[in-house]
């Protein structure tokens, strides 16, 4: 069933590593943080106006990656895969301090900051969370892309399709139900591009700290990774940790069916600014008359994941 009240993270938890983007040494550390605060991020680095909550309205230039930027313009980009493991892992507050405009990439997936965070536990808070839940269908088409948010029963689902020219990538698409609780193949999933499009991303200033330790390259029918896949599905699975990440700047769980064709950072905000600009697209409900829902279903056979 779904937990009652909000977490936090135990205790403070510290990882560095190489910026995606900007090639900089990164240093980050997670902090608890209060009930109803929600996530944020701190930019050590500046002397003041450094706070950028982790929310929808607050992404600019989602290209490649998510960036969020506050009212005075300061940025922090490359959040989803934290938000992701935010997301999974039933953290509602944090205070996330970094010391550069960008997260650490890591090994390009969401595994070392789910690592991190289970390292120290979780502590449940007094105040009760809430969940968005989905009422009316809302879609965004642009050509062959496309991205909608549909009701469901007490559940996030995301189904999504990947369309690509290369041989070994292909069209391939993968339903994702939370409530089956399997994770782990959607956080150890890496990013991944085209060896024929890295002149390209670096050209515009992008993916200086790229390499076969932080994302997966495909030449041809070739993986240049020497460990190949880690899972079968790792390119899709990946495009799932995104959206997860995504959503989770909605600032509370969802409960919606999404689906989506070739989408990304820039499609999902757009969805996300569509849907919440209209109050009757959604509804705000407290965990309780979440989990009275669920006992009452007949349609939902088996307890949602826990820390959901």
Not at 148 to 160: M, Q, R, V
Not at 225 to 241: P, Q, T, W, Y
Request: proline share 2%; with cysteine.
């Amino acid at each position: 069933m779904f937990s009652i009240n909000q977490k936090t993270i135990n205790n403070n938890v510290k990882l560095s590593g190489v910026g995606l983007h900007s090639g900089d040494n990164v240093e980050l550390v997670i902090k608890p943080a209060n009930e109803n605060s929600g996530i944020n991020f701190c930019r050590v680095d500046i002397d003041k106006n450094d706070l950028i909550n982790a929310n929808f309205k607050n992404v600019v230039e989602p290209v490649l990656c998510t960036k969020i930027r506050n009212k005075n313009g300061i940025t922090v980009s490359t959040v989803e895969h934290l938000m992701a493991a935010f997301f999974g892992e039933g953290i509602d507050n944090a205070l996330v301090e970094v010391n550069a405009s960008e997260v650490p990439i890591l090994d390009g997936s969401s595994n070392e900051f789910v690592e991190a965070i289970r390292s120290v536990g979780v502590k449940e808070q007094s105040s009760p969370r809430n969940f968005i839940e989905v009422q009316k269908k809302i879609e965004i088409n642009e050509g062959e892309k496309f991205i909608s948010i549909e009701p469901t029963n007490n559940d996030l689902i995301i189904d999504f399709e990947i369309v690509y020219e290369n041989p070994l990538i292909r069209t391939r698409r993968k339903e994702f139900k939370l409530s089956h609780g399997k994770l782990n193949e959607i956080y150890n999933s890496r990013t991944f591009c085209l060896y024929e499009d890295i002149d390209f991303i670096k050209s515009q200033g992008l993916a200086k700290g790229g390499s076969l330790d932080n994302a997966i390259v495909v030449k041809d029918n070739e993986i240049l990774n020497d460990d190949g896949l880690r899972n079968r599905h790792e390119f899709v699975n990946h495009k799932i940790l995104d959206c997860l990440g995504d959503l989770m700047l909605s600032g509370n769980r969802i409960i919606g069916h999404v689906k989506t064709s070739q989408g990304g950072h820039a499609l999902t905000n757009k969805l996300l600014l569509k849907f919440f600009s209209d109050q009757s697209n959604w509804s705000l409900n407290s965990t309780k008359s979440i989990n009275e829902k669920a006992q009452n279903s007949e349609t939902l056979k088996k307890p949602l994941a826990a820390n959901f």
